[in-house]
């Protein structure tokens, strides 16, 4: 069995597609400047963008991640996904590995580590705190 016809064109398509897309995820570090007053204002009251999820309002400043609704984003704050990065955050932007290095020179502060907070949802509906279990 022969191939009817060979792939000339493959063309590049695929390359182009994966850098047209806007899915590169934002490092620790430049959400760690997100996270600064100035830019957590900014990105939690962006314009309204019809090109984002629920028009760019409800976004997650610590996954850099857009939601649909003020519901969603609240379900997102229960996840798994949204308390792994806010711990992952608190380490930032000291690596661990960088924070031991400094234990062991005594003289050197230790890295602080940062209470890193959700944000507060639009409606303000009480978004509780429920990670009681966060034993420091
Ligand atoms: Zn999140």
Not at 88 to 98: F, N
Request: aromatic share 8%; proline share 1%; charged share 40%.
């Amino acid at each position: 069995m022969t191939y009817k016809r060979k792939k000339y064109h493959y063309g590049d398509t695929h390359l182009q597609k994966r850098w047209r897309t806007k899915r590169r995820k934002k490092d620790l570090d430049e959400i760690d400047e997100d996270l600064k007053d100035e830019n957590a204002k900014k990105l939690l009251n962006q314009d309204i963008d019809l090109d984002k999820p629920g028009n760019a309002q409800f976004y997650c400043l610590h996954c850099a991640r857009y939601f649909i609704s003020d519901q969603a984003l609240k379900e997102h704050f229960r996840t798994k996904v949204h308390k792994r990065r806010l711990k992952a955050l608190e380490l930032e932007p000291y690596t661990i590995e960088e924070s031991e290095r400094a234990a062991g020179k005594g003289s050197y502060q230790v890295a602080k580590k940062r209470k890193i907070e959700t944000q507060t949802s639009h409606e303000g509906t009480n978004a509780m705190e429920d990670d009681a279990g966060n034993s420091e």
